[in-house]
């Protein structure tokens, strides 16, 4: 079997469902502090947002959730230099959060919800 190369150079949008895109924005900007990239109106009434949760290239949208969509598992993994500081943070700001997990071996983590539920891991990496 030979590995044929693709034309797929990296992840750009990983796409979070909300069910209100208004709300969502408001969460992810003023309590995870992320950086709007862009809001633009799609045909059907809806919103094209776009947010950086960083310095890197990866960016999220906050996409309108279909009724079929289950929540809750861990999706997507943010990187912290600091998991304490960055839990307090959240805290402060009224974030629901998980207690940090130290495994032998693993990098402290903790996990974290949003309005609608959706649930991410914060992992240090310093």
């Known amino acids: 079997m ?11 949008t990983v796409s979070i469902p909300v069910d209100d ?8 900007v003023e309590r995870l502090g992320f950086t709007l990239v862009r809001d633009n109106p799609t045909p059907g009434g809806g919103r094209w947002i776009q947010l950086a949760p960083g310095s890197d290239n990866v ?9 079929d969509v289950v ?3 861990i999706g997507i993994r943010f990187r912290t230099d600091d998991a304490e500081t960055a839990r307090a943070a959240l805290q402060s700001a009224g974030v629901d959060t998980d207690d940090i997990v130290h495994w ?7 996990a ?8 991410f ?3 240090e990496t310093g």
Do not use: K, W
């Not at 895109?21 to 992810?28: D, I, T, V």
């Not at 032998?104 to 903790?110: K, L």
């Open 2 to 12: 030979s590995i044929t190369q693709t034309h797929i150079a990296g992840v750009n």
């Open 121 to 123: 891991s914060m992992t």
């Open 59 to 67: 960016t999220v949208t906050l996409e309108p959730a279909t009724p």
């Open 112 to 119: 974290f919800r949003d309005l609608d539920g959706n649930a």
């Open 71 to 73: 929540r809750g598992a």
């Open 104 to 110: 032998p071996g693993v990098p402290a983590m903790f």
């Open 21 to 28: 895109q208004e709300a969502a924005l408001r969460f992810y």
